[in-house]
């Protein structure tokens, strides 16, 4: 009898253990195949990641990005950014239940957002900036009740932000900037206590500032920079924000007074109200704000400014208004967030370039001075060692501050005549200018008659240039297409974007630099020139470089928008023949373009970069097809008469196209 119970007992645990050993087996098994359906849904890999780190004979929480927490031995995080991935969100993605953290930041994924995506209800850190993802952003995000920080930035998100957003009540930081959003800011987000960042910059949104509740207590930074936004800034929006350090309202449309209640934020480090149209006068009570260091007002309709005692006079950039009294010096300091969070999420930091900047000073947004001693010291006393690069008017060198910072140098040769205003054209252009496809500027550096410089971002992957036509490096027909629509962002917004047109007048591969994820960035402005609304072209004697510029251009001197885009034109077709238009084959009548036009219609392998034809490595995808069409778009750009060559903007719809059916045929072959 009693043997039989015993049997009976261990057939029951033994019954009872297998399902459970089973689903242990069978989770593990879950979160690999849900990882492997990425990996099948990426389309092209160029560093090989997935293909060589991501098998089935591995453990999983070995792989490449990929790790697991101690207890379960579950996937908890997803980090792959910066791999120049292209391909597609699997629903599969949705059956990672431990999932904590997923970001695959500064790729190109595209597409929607699977919403298998609201299963994951343990994720914390969702962080999918600058990617090419589509549609509106999905309501079901706000299911997603345990995330903490939540980045969007930098994609093709349109629509309206969801309300359900505001039930997400533990998040601290939300990121939308940088994307095709409208419609109006929904209260919901603000009534999120734990808020303490919120990023809505660079949209389309309209309507009014919500109020702020009053157990927004955490709340530090809010960026609504550059949307459509009108009407007055709620009057008791800040009397209850202990911890508020920084608001960006820059280039809406809103009107009214400065709130009082914006001066009890103690804390308050960073005020940017420009390119609006807010009237009155300041309050006495912003010399109590000890804590402020930067204030920018240029552009709105301001009087009377008084003496305000500012901590060490941190006054900037008042321009445009009609204000009397004196106003103090500037002095810039460094104000950047350095948290855990921000880390996580690879928000971009971002703030001080998007600012405007004084009219009559230097300071490009910058974070410090520099003295002619540091910079020296940086770059090992500008040693030849450290050239990075010549220009017409100034020699660029890497320099490394005391922290480690690497940091860029345009020194200007001023025993050059044209140096000094070279200097001040390339201020003048980049004061108002703020677009991820421009070189950004940290700092300037003057010694009057003797020494002018310009501290810039440095590019780690340097110019399209060397690029181009390096025998060691390549470039594939898909890294060469972001580039171009990079180039033509920048331009587009620098044309049509920017309150003062601006032509750049010097567009070749040496001016495209690349930073660390190979996106370009336009640079030199030191030929720029500045338009107005009312003045289309002016005439000019200073030369562009010789087989870029327009001809009307080299034979009148005329500037316009519309020799940018010729000299567009020639760079597309440069990138897809790897020829320079200098090349000596180019003699006589013979010019880049005239050769391409002769081989279109003849032979196209003829004049297709080789090595762009065995890039990819999938001989069922024509690449010469895309080539064919970016080279057309080139010529379309290059017709002589300006007023029938194409605008900025319909050459970038363009390029997304000849893109968007490239991504469809890498995914159709792979």
């Known amino acids: 009898m009693g043997n039989t119970f015993l049997n009976l007992a261990l057939l029951i645990i033994f019954h009872f253990s297998m399902p459970t050993f089973s689903m242990k087996l069978t989770t593990i098994l879950t979160d690999q195949s849900a990882l492997l359906a990425l990996k099948d849904h990426v389309i092209h890999d160029p560093e090989n990641v997935l293909t060589t780190n991501w098998s089935a004979s591995a453990p999983v929480c070995n792989w490449f990005g990929v790790s697991c927490g101690s207890k379960h031995r579950r996937v908890t995080a997803l980090n792959l950014t910066g791999l120049g991935l292209v391909g597609t969100l699997p629903p ?29 209800h343990r994720l914390k850190y969702l962080s999918f900036g600058s990617n090419y993802f589509s549609g509106e952003i999905p309501s079901w995000l706000g299911s997603l009740t345990e995330l903490g920080g939540m980045s969007l930035y930098h994609n093709n998100f349109k629509g309206v932000i969801p309300f359900s957003l505001g039930y997400l009540s533990k998040l601290q930081i939300l990121v939308l900037s940088e994307n095709r959003i409208s419609g109006s800011i929904p209260s919901s987000i603000f009534n999120i206590s734990s808020l303490q960042i919120i990023d809505l910059s660079d949209n389309m949104l309209s309507g009014f500032i919500p109020f702020v509740p009053r157990d927004l207590f955490l709340l530090e930074v809010i960026d609504f920079t550059s949307n459509n936004l009108s ?13 508020f350090k920084e608001l960006y309202l820059s280039f809406n449309q809103l009107s009214g007074r400065i709130p009082a209640s914006l001066f009890k934020c103690k804390e308050l480090q960073m005020l940017s109200l420009s390119y609006n149209q807010m009237e009155g006068s300041l309050p006495i009570e912003i010399g109590n704000l000890s804590m ?18 500012l901590k060490e006079d941190h006054l900037e950039t008042t321009q445009s208004n009609h204000l009397r009294g004196m106003k103090p010096c500037v002095v810039q300091l460094d104000f950047m967030f350095q948290t855990a969070k921000l880390d996580l999420l690879e928000i971009p930091r971002r703030r001080k370039d998007k600012l405007p900047t004084q009219e009559d000073m230097i300071p490009l947004g910058t974070w410090r001075r520099f003295s002619y001693h540091e910079l020296r010291q940086a770059t090992d006393g500008f040693k030849d060692s450290r050239l990075l690069g010549n220009g017409s008017y ?5 320099g490394i501050l005391r922290d480690g910072t690497i940091i860029a140098v345009k020194v200007f040769k001023l025993e050059l ?16 200018t703020r677009h991820r496809n421009l070189v950004k ?16 971002e440095f590019m780690p992957n340097g110019s399209l240039d060397k690029w181009l ?27 049509h974007g920017n309150a003062t047109p601006v032509v750049h007048c010097d567009l070749k591969p040496n001016n495209v630099l690349l930073d660390e994820y190979m996106v370009a960035h336009l640079s030199d402005f030191g030929i720029a020139k500045l338009l107005s609304e009312e003045v289309s072209m002016i005439q000019t004697m200073t030369m562009a470089t010789f087989g870029y510029m327009a001809p009307e251009y080299g034979v009148e001197g005329i500037v316009s928008t519309k020799g940018d885009v010729y000299s567009f034109g020639i760079l597309l077709m440069e990138i897809i023949t790897r020829k320079k238009p200098t090349d000596e084959m180019f ?9 391409v036009i002769e081989s279109i219609s003849a032979s196209l392998n003829q004049v297709v970069d080789p090595k762009l034809l065995s890039t990819i490595g999938r001989e069922d995808l024509k690449v010469e097809n895309y080539a064919l069409s970016i080279l057309q778009v080139g010529l379309e750009c290059c017709v002589e008469l300006p007023n029938e060559r194409l605008q900025m903007k319909e050459i970038v719809m363009k390029l997304k196209k000849i893109k968007e059916k490239l991504l469809r045929d890498m995914e159709r072959v792979r």
């Open 417 to 432: 005549e044209r140096a000094f205003k070279s200097f001040d054209v390339e201020c003048d252009v980049l004061r108002n």
């Open 441 to 456: 500027v940290i700092s300037s550096c003057s010694n009057d008659l003797n020494f002018k410089a310009l501290v810039l």
């Open 92 to 120: 599969h993605l949705g059956n990672l239940s431990f999932l904590s953290l997923l970001r695959i930041t500064n790729n190109s994924f595209y597409g929607r957002l699977p919403v298998q995506l609201s299963n994951l």
């Open 292 to 309: 402020l260091q930067y204030i920018y007002i240029g552009r709105n309709h301001f009087e009377d400014l008084k003496e305000k005692f």
């Open 587 to 595: 003699a006589g009548e013979r010019t880049l373009k005239s050769w």
């Open 394 to 398: 100034g020699s660029v060198f890497q």
């Open 469 to 495: 036509y390096s025998n060691t490096q390549y470039l594939d027909i898909l890294q060469r297409l972001n580039i171009m629509i990079d180039v033509a962002s920048a331009l587009e917004y620098l044309h």
């Open 231 to 243: 009407g007055h800034i709620p009057k008791d929006m800040f009397g209850h924000l202990p911890n």
